[in-house]
Protein backbone atom coordinates (compact mmCIF):
# COMPACT_ATOMS: atom_id res chain seq x y z
CA UNK A 1 0.00 0.00 0.00
CA UNK A 2 2.66 2.24 0.82
CA UNK A 3 4.45 1.56 -2.35
CA UNK A 4 0.92 2.55 -4.26
CA UNK A 5 0.86 5.74 -2.16
CA UNK A 6 4.28 6.27 -3.33
CA UNK A 7 3.47 6.25 -6.74
CA UNK A 8 0.26 8.62 -6.53
CA UNK A 9 2.31 11.14 -5.12
CA UNK A 10 4.90 11.09 -7.49
CA UNK A 11 2.71 10.75 -10.59
CA UNK A 12 1.02 13.71 -9.22
CA UNK A 13 4.33 15.54 -8.88
CA UNK A 14 5.29 15.10 -12.52
CA UNK A 15 1.60 16.42 -13.37
CA UNK A 16 2.15 19.52 -11.19
CA UNK A 17 5.47 19.77 -13.51
CA UNK A 18 3.47 19.84 -16.49
CA UNK A 19 1.38 21.79 -16.05
CA UNK A 20 3.88 24.73 -14.85
CA UNK A 21 5.54 23.90 -17.96
CA UNK A 22 2.43 24.67 -20.07
CA UNK A 23 1.65 27.82 -18.11
CA UNK A 24 4.88 28.86 -18.79
CA UNK A 25 4.70 28.06 -22.79
CA UNK A 26 1.69 30.30 -22.91
CA UNK A 27 3.00 33.26 -20.73
CA UNK A 28 6.21 33.48 -23.47
CA UNK A 29 3.93 33.25 -26.19
CA UNK A 30 1.53 36.21 -25.80
CA UNK A 31 5.17 38.20 -25.26
CA UNK A 32 5.83 37.50 -29.22
CA UNK A 33 8.44 39.95 -30.08
CA UNK A 34 7.33 42.35 -32.99
CA UNK A 35 8.89 41.64 -36.19
CA UNK A 36 12.14 44.13 -37.00
CA UNK A 37 11.37 47.80 -38.56
CA UNK A 38 12.59 47.29 -41.76
CA UNK A 39 12.46 51.11 -43.45
CA UNK A 40 10.80 51.82 -46.34
CA UNK A 41 11.72 54.46 -48.73
CA UNK A 42 8.61 56.62 -48.26
CA UNK A 43 8.96 56.67 -44.42
CA UNK A 44 9.26 60.04 -42.71
CA UNK A 45 12.11 59.09 -40.13
CA UNK A 46 12.90 61.58 -37.41
CA UNK A 47 16.56 60.15 -36.12
CA UNK A 48 16.82 62.74 -33.09
CA UNK A 49 15.66 66.08 -35.00
CA UNK A 50 17.65 64.88 -38.63
CA UNK A 51 14.22 64.42 -40.69
CA UNK A 52 14.12 62.41 -44.32
CA UNK A 53 10.98 62.97 -46.51
CA UNK A 54 9.77 65.80 -44.39
CA UNK A 55 8.46 66.84 -47.78
CA UNK A 56 6.16 63.99 -47.92
CA UNK A 57 5.09 64.92 -44.47
CA UNK A 58 3.99 68.44 -45.49
CA UNK A 59 2.10 67.04 -48.37
CA UNK A 60 -0.11 64.76 -45.92
CA UNK A 61 -0.40 67.78 -43.42
CA UNK A 62 -1.84 69.66 -46.89
CA UNK A 63 -4.40 66.65 -48.43
CA UNK A 64 -5.86 66.83 -44.62
CA UNK A 65 -6.21 70.46 -44.71
CA UNK A 66 -8.10 70.14 -48.52
CA UNK A 67 -10.00 66.68 -47.07
CA UNK A 68 -8.07 64.77 -49.44
CA UNK A 69 -7.51 60.74 -48.87
CA UNK A 70 -4.04 59.85 -47.94
CA UNK A 71 -1.59 58.00 -45.49
CA UNK A 72 1.69 58.26 -44.15
CA UNK A 73 3.85 56.79 -41.51
CA UNK A 74 6.18 58.71 -39.17
CA UNK A 75 9.16 57.04 -37.56
CA UNK A 76 10.57 58.55 -34.91
CA UNK A 77 13.82 56.82 -32.79
CA UNK A 78 13.99 56.55 -29.48
CA UNK A 79 17.14 57.75 -27.34
CA UNK A 80 18.50 54.22 -27.15
CA UNK A 81 17.51 53.42 -31.12
CA UNK A 82 14.10 51.89 -30.71
CA UNK A 83 12.46 52.84 -34.02
CA UNK A 84 8.43 53.93 -33.05
CA UNK A 85 6.66 53.94 -35.90
CA UNK A 86 3.28 55.99 -36.14
CA UNK A 87 1.14 55.33 -38.75
CA UNK A 88 -1.59 57.85 -39.57
CA UNK A 89 -4.55 57.33 -42.46
CA UNK A 90 -6.77 59.72 -43.81
CA UNK A 91 -10.19 59.06 -45.08
CA UNK A 92 -11.18 62.82 -46.22
CA UNK A 93 -12.64 63.32 -43.17
CA UNK A 94 -11.14 61.63 -40.13
CA UNK A 95 -7.26 60.44 -39.18
CA UNK A 96 -6.95 56.97 -38.10
CA UNK A 97 -3.77 56.78 -35.92
CA UNK A 98 -1.71 53.88 -34.79
CA UNK A 99 1.44 54.53 -32.54
CA UNK A 100 3.20 51.25 -31.70
CA UNK A 101 5.98 51.13 -29.24
CA UNK A 102 6.43 47.65 -29.31
CA UNK A 103 10.04 47.93 -30.27
CA UNK A 104 10.63 50.14 -27.32
CA UNK A 105 11.80 48.15 -24.31
CA UNK A 106 12.16 51.17 -22.07
CA UNK A 107 8.73 52.34 -23.06
CA UNK A 108 4.68 51.00 -22.96
CA UNK A 109 5.72 48.62 -25.67
CA UNK A 110 1.93 48.89 -26.65
CA UNK A 111 -0.12 49.95 -30.20
CA UNK A 112 -2.55 52.56 -29.36
CA UNK A 113 -5.38 53.62 -31.41
CA UNK A 114 -7.25 56.83 -32.26
CA UNK A 115 -9.49 58.26 -34.51
CA UNK A 116 -8.95 62.51 -35.04
CA UNK A 117 -10.29 65.18 -36.77
CA UNK A 118 -7.29 66.98 -37.53
CA UNK A 119 -3.73 68.34 -37.13
CA UNK A 120 -2.66 71.72 -35.46
CA UNK A 121 0.40 73.57 -35.65
CA UNK A 122 1.97 75.01 -32.69
CA UNK A 123 5.03 77.39 -33.69
CA UNK A 124 7.26 78.61 -30.97
CA UNK A 125 10.34 80.08 -31.29
CA UNK A 126 12.83 77.12 -32.01
CA UNK A 127 10.11 74.45 -33.27
CA UNK A 128 6.89 73.57 -34.72
CA UNK A 129 4.90 70.58 -33.12
CA UNK A 130 2.32 68.94 -35.13
CA UNK A 131 -0.48 67.34 -33.00
CA UNK A 132 -3.34 65.67 -33.67
CA UNK A 133 -6.75 66.93 -32.07
CA UNK A 134 -10.18 66.33 -31.67
CA UNK A 135 -8.94 62.76 -31.02
CA UNK A 136 -11.25 59.76 -28.93
CA UNK A 137 -8.35 60.21 -26.94
CA UNK A 138 -9.93 59.15 -23.10
CA UNK A 139 -6.22 58.67 -22.00
CA UNK A 140 -4.94 61.70 -22.65
CA UNK A 141 -2.10 60.53 -24.05
CA UNK A 142 0.82 62.67 -26.20
CA UNK A 143 -0.63 63.06 -29.79
CA UNK A 144 2.66 64.71 -31.23
CA UNK A 145 2.95 63.19 -34.49
CA UNK A 146 6.22 65.36 -35.32
CA UNK A 147 8.50 68.22 -33.97
CA UNK A 148 10.72 70.13 -36.77
CA UNK A 149 13.29 72.64 -35.33
CA UNK A 150 13.89 75.55 -37.37
CA UNK A 151 17.09 75.93 -38.29
CA UNK A 152 19.03 78.96 -37.40
Not at 100 to 111: L, N, W
Not at 113 to 126: F, H, L, P, Q, R
Not at 131 to 146: A, F, M, Q, S, Y
Request: hydrophobic share 30%.
Amino acid sequence: MKRWIKLMILFSLMLAGCEEEKQTRIEESNNIEPPDYIQDPGDVVDIHGDITNLEKFYTFVKHVEQGKKDKIRVVSYTTEGAPMLHDLEFNGTTIHSINDSTRDGFGYGRIEEATCKGITEVNTDGRTDYILEDCNNPEGKDLTILVVDKKL
